[in-house]
Nanobody, 116 residues
Framework: QVQLVESGGGLVQAGGSLRLSCAASGNIFSIKTMGWYRQAPGKQRELVAAITKGGVTNYADSVQGRFTVSRDNAVNTVYLQMNSLKPEDTGVYYC??????????WGQGTQVTVSS
């Protein structure tokens, strides 16, 4: 089992930046892909960005060029650097880890609010 703890959310004005962090513990050797999802009020949870253990990244079209996902395997932590934030980026951001057996683990979520 994998435990994920997020940090770094908050309130920021449009055009600003935030950095999210997610530390993994537990059965970390099983983790293949880590990433971030978000859920806006009244909407389904959606993938924002993901990164494999080898560093291959994947981004939602809406954040391409503004967000950067990175991973430090030495400390079992994934980051999401968010620049040029827009009000539509507002939502609860969840850290996600996928194991070699395709088991998903989730963090508790961190609120990101972008004011216009």
């Amino acid at each position: 089992q994998v435990q994920l703890v997020e940090s770094g959310g908050g309130l920021v004005q449009a055009g600003g930046s935030l950095r999210l962090s997610c530390a993994a513990s537990g059965n970390i050797f099983s983790i293949k892909t880590m990433g971030w999802y978000r859920q806006a009020p009244g909407k389904q949870r959606e993938l924002v960005a993901a990164i494999t253990k080898g560093g291959v990244t994947n981004y939602a079209d809406s954040v391409q060029g503004r967000f950067t996902v990175s991973r430090d395997n030495a400390v079992n932590t994934v980051y999401l650097q968010m620049n040029s934030l827009k009000p539509e980026d507002t939502g609860v951001y969840y850290c996600n880890a996928v194991s070699s057996t395709l088991l998903h683990s989730w963090g508790q979520g961190t609120q990101v609010t972008v004011s216009s």
